[in-house]
């Protein structure tokens, strides 16, 4: 699995088709609020040219991809934290997720309710982000007050959770997000244990129309306040990206060019969400499947052999390390081994993207 995806915004901002789009899934869609309540999930092979090619190189029977998982959660409102509309229940599944695809209205469309009655598209990203944001500080909120007594007893490391809790419960006061914040790994451990939400990597999928796709100024305006916020903007036509979903590759390549476009809306999920999880793909391959793997970055190459089988991270003794780079360049596995090009590495060896590994145990 690669990373886990969560869809999310206010109702009736397209979640649903954006969901179809990308799983090719068919997701029921309606133009009155609160047509998603329980989430739908779609697991999506990732497409990734250098598995394909690496096959036919080693001549492996078979390919298996990395998936990743996409989380329609349904629509948000203003008070979900205090529990209005699907409240809580949204808000759990939001934790459930590594990363939020914020998806915002940048369409008008007399036949979709809208929740306002004009289109304002910082407003409504400006809902969910204080809504998200209340639930944090209620979670720390919570934890403090369990955690205050045994600060007393002079447990340093309840001390430590304590200042470091109620550091940035002042910077949430002031709205800011967690994920803004420039903290240590030792931080990030304490934050993570207790699922805030903030702290998720979160960027936005402005919903545009075919019609204002080249100028759309509700987009631009996204845009900016995000760029403000140091988070991505990703201009998105579910309509059209949930045609595109339903043809065959060839036919895919064909709409996308006679709209000008470089790339399927998936892909730069895809890309996005990698990035800012900072996760890289590493590959194994033999005569009967070559196949890919996530992995964060940094990761040991003895911890990416467990990824592959429980054994051989505890096994593991050494690997053999390709780079793709070379492969395509010179076509064989005997090849690079005559030109000195396949390195022998260690535990202590991180793994990189694109690598192509053969683990020895």
């Known amino acids: 699995m690669g990373f886990k995806c ?14 179809n789009a990308l799983t090719n899934l068919s997701v029921e869609a309606s133009a009155y609020p609160f047509c998603t309540i329980s989430p739908n999930t779609g697991i999506v092979r990732v497409a990734d040219e250098r598995l394909e090619r690496i096959q036919q190189m080693i001549g492996s029977a078979k390919s298996t991809p990395t998936t990743l998982e996409f989380v329609d959660i349904a629509g948000l409102v203003k008070g979900a934290s205090q529990g209005e509309g699907l409240g809580n229940q949204f808000l759990s599944h939001v934790q459930a997720v590594d990363v939020l695809a914020h998806v915002v209205r940048c369409f008008i469309d007399e036949n979709v309710a809208h929740i306002e009655a004009e289109l304002d598209p910082v407003r409504d990203a400006e809902i969910v982000n204080a809504e998200i944001l209340i639930k944090d500080l209620e979670i720390i909120e919570k934890r403090l007050a369990k955690i205050t007594k045994s600060v007393r007893t002079g447990n340093k490391a309840v001390q430590t959770e304590f200042e470091l809790l109620s550091e940035v419960n002042d910077q949430l006061a002031h709205g800011v997000p967690l994920r803004n914040l420039n903290l240590k790994s030792e931080s990030l451990n304490i934050l993570q244990a207790i699922n805030l939400l903030t702290l998720k990597p979160m960027f936005y999928v402005a919903n545009v129309d075919e019609e ?13 306040y995000a760029t403000k916020q140091k988070q991505l903007c990703l201009k998105f036509c579910g309509k059209v990206q949930a045609e595109i979903a339903q043809l065959d590759p060839e036919s895919q390549l064909e709409f996308l060019e006679a709209l000008g476009l470089d790339e399927l809306g998936l892909t730069k999920i895809v890309k996005t969400g990698y990035r800012l999880l900072n996760l890289v793909t590493f590959f194994t391959a033999n005569e009967n499947e070559t196949r890919a793997w996530t992995i964060s970055q940094n990761t040991s190459i003895q911890k990416a052999a467990g990824k592959v089988h429980s054994d051989f991270e505890e096994k593991f003794i050494k690997a053999e390390v390709i780079k793709y780079q070379d492969l395509i360049a010179h076509h064989s596995r005997q090849r690079l081994h005559d030109l000195g090009l396949v390195a022998i590495q260690g535990k202590g060896y991180l793994v990189e993207d694109g690598d192509l590994i053969l683990i020895k145990t």
Not at 6 to 19: A, D, E, H, Q, Y
Not at 213 to 220: A, F, G, I
């Open 6 to 19: 969560g869809i999310i915004g206010l109702p009736n901002v397209g979640k649903s088709t954006i969901f």
């Open 212 to 224: 204002h796709w080249l100028d759309n100024p509700w987009y631009n305006r996204l845009d900016e």
